[in-house]
């Protein structure tokens, strides 16, 4: 049994949903090898090569995969494909789109969003927005599979500089690839990016989400500012997306991103189930909404019906007095 | 060189209607979803798809278009809003086999595509029953052609046979030029669709479709996985209410201790 993870990074740092994966990855086998795949991406490498669990790096520097374009993730990954039993890159954006091709070019079928592992062939993946679980026995030579990050613990465990000083084949081997696939199908123009001083939603360890009760853009800021004194990322109900308060890639749900932090604070949602598909594994649910009927409500642990124009600003005074 | 219009196939599966999928429960013995009785619509994302197409129509680029799925009369049904919504012709691969998994979904859409000029194949980026996201880029792999997921503009550009298309990534909005001939899958915001009128649903009724057995598109209907289980979520206990933003301060920082 050997498992090959693809690395999610941006070419500079390697993105935590990685070390899910990889954690995913130890469930299986203790051989994990990593396949990272960048440009200028020495830094991505570097810090990956202490973690305990990484067996082997194989890494390709090129501008071909500068932007990830999906045609040539694939062709890479089919290349290296034969070597290994499981397949598994994080069900982002990143890994939902190219493993697919992967798993069609080597004429398998792909698992999407594994949240746990019961062994080297046996897998639980939701359906209908999470409302049951399926236990899914896979039947193809090679197990390719996307991880739900928020399922999986991140990997911690490194070898300090004083264990690498006494033993530097401790480190994970690299190799690298040296002829990268190109393809004339697509080609990358530009990133629109929404900056931000807070941390990731993916892996955020706490989450300030927002619905259609928030009211209009300007509203925003009152949240933002709670997020601040939080440290936590900032989410979306698709309804406060489509009403054009906030952009895409805060939305949090069914179709949107899947996050599990300690704390998710649910603010002007109403709880729709597309919605609760996103957030409903969070350790901790808080509800603020008028509506004492919103089904929010259900599966929070703390709620409040109340104005949230009045109820966040007292929270967030409450925080910043005590911090 | 380029100009060529765009002959667009695009891709439709009937799923329980999202309005009521909050009914969906597990059999009592979890041997399987319970689905029955529930009303059956066209998958939102294919339906946005669908509306794409139109879109496109009405901006002049397209020369034909097709809709096609696969399955028994709840496919067909779908096929006739399809139609009715403006798109040309309609395929109806029938089958009344259940458990037609993702790749071989890629492999039968392949073989439809074959047999014709489509040099467009739009569909939703997922289905909202078994939330796979997989069929688009599993076609678009099998076909060789170029893949843009989760998209949210297309913009043709008929001078270089491409198409622009924005896609919804995790880290913002994503620009694109991909060559025809390609597979695109459609994300949200791309359109609001809107739903037939009764003439066009009439009028649908004359528009040709093309009836075609599984068997006639000779690919291995394969499983790729069995399910063997399902469970039930996580339930979570019934939560606290609150009156005010100190006493949740107060709950978060002792008892929960998450802040």
């Not at chain 1, 199908?185 to 892996?203: A, G, Q």
């Not at chain 1, 949107?256 to 598909?277: D, N, R, T």
């Not at chain 2, 893949?147 to 001078?159: E, H, L, R």
């Not at chain 2, 739903?195 to 690919?219: D, H």
Request: proline share 5%.
């Amino acid at each position: 049994m050997s498992v090959l993870v693809i690395a999610q990074h941006d070419n500079n740092s390697l993105n935590s949903v990685t070390l899910s994966c990889i954690k995913a990855a130890t469930e299986i086998s203790a051989s994990v090898t990593v396949l990272i795949l960048g440009y200028h991406d020495l830094k991505v490498i570097e810090g990956l090569r202490p973690y305990k669990a990484v067996s082997k790096i194989i890494y390709a520097d090129s501008s071909s995969y500068e932007r990830f374009l999906a045609e040539n993730l694939a062709d890479q990954v089919v290349a290296l494909a034969q070597d290994f039993t499981h397949i598994l890159a994080p069900a982002t954006t990143f890994g939902k789109n190219f493993l697919p091709r992967v798993a069609a070019l080597l004429d398998v079928g792909q698992l999407s969003e594994v949240t746990a592992i019961y062994n080297a062939e046996t897998f639980e993946r939701p359906i209908y927005a999470g409302k049951a679980y399926t236990v899914v026995q896979s039947l193809d030579p090679i197990k390719v599979m996307t991880i739900r990050p928020s399922a999986f613990e991140p990997v911690t465990e490194q070898w300090s500089e004083d264990e690498q000083a006494v033993a530097e084949d401790r480190l994970a081997p690299l190799e690298t690839l040296k002829k990268p696939f190109e393809n004339n199908h697509s080609r990358f123009e530009s990133l629109i990016s929404s900056e931000s001083k807070l941390p990731d939603l993916n892996t955020a360890k706490r989450v300030v989400s927002v619905g259609r009760g928030i009211q209009g853009e300007d509203n925003l800021k009152m949240v933002y500012r709670l997020a601040e004194q939080l440290n936590a990322a900032v989410g979306a109900s698709r309804a406060a997306v489509d009403a054009g308060y906030i952009g895409n890639d805060h939305q949090v749900g069914q179709t949107g991103k899947v996050v599990a932090p300690e704390l998710y604070i649910a603010i002007g949602i109403s709880g729709a189930v597309q919605h609760l598909a996103g957030m409903s594994d969070s350790k901790v649910i808080v509800a603020i909404n008028k509506d004492p009927e919103a089904p929010i409500f259900e599966i929070a642990d703390y709620y409040i019906v109340d104005n949230l124009f009045r109820v966040i600003p007292e929270l967030t005074r409450a925080i910043e007095k005590n911090s | 060189m380029g100009s060529q219009l765009l002959k667009i196939m695009v891709a439709v599966k009937p799923v329980v209607d999202p309005y009521v999928s909050a009914q969906i429960r597990l059999k009592p013995d979890l041997s399987g979803v319970d689905i029955s009785g529930l009303k059956i619509a066209m998958n939102p994302f294919d339906e946005i798809a669908v509306q794409a197409v139109k879109d496109l129509a009405s901006d002049g680029y397209v020369a034909k278009s097709v809709a096609v799925s696969i399955g028994g009369e709840q496919a067909e049904e779908m096929l006739r809003v399809a139609l009715a919504m403006g798109i040309d012709e309609a395929i109806h691969v029938e089958t009344d086999e259940e458990d037609l998994q993702p790749l071989t979904i890629a492999k039968l859409l392949k073989v439809v595509i074959d047999d014709t000029d489509t040099n467009v194949m739009l569909m939703g980026k997922q289905a909202i029953d078994n939330d796979c996201n997989q069929v688009g880029q599993m076609l678009s792999a099998l076909l060789g052609w170029s893949q843009g997921t989760f998209v949210s503009a297309i913009k043709p550009d008929m001078v270089r046979d491409e198409l622009n298309i924005v896609r919804e990534v995790d880290t913002g909005l994503e620009n694109l030029s991909v060559r025809l001939p390609a597979v695109l899958t459609t994300d949200l915001r791309l359109n609001k669709p809107s739903y037939p009128t009764l003439p066009q649903i009439m009028s649908a009724k004359s528009k040709p479709m093309t009836k075609v057995s599984l068997a006639e598109l000779a690919v291995e209907i394969k499983q790729n996985y069995k399910v063997i289980k399902y469970n039930p979520p996580p339930m979570r206990a019934k939560g606290e209410k609150l009156s005010s933003a100190a006493e949740l301060f107060a709950k978060l920082k002792t008892e929960a201790k998450v802040i």
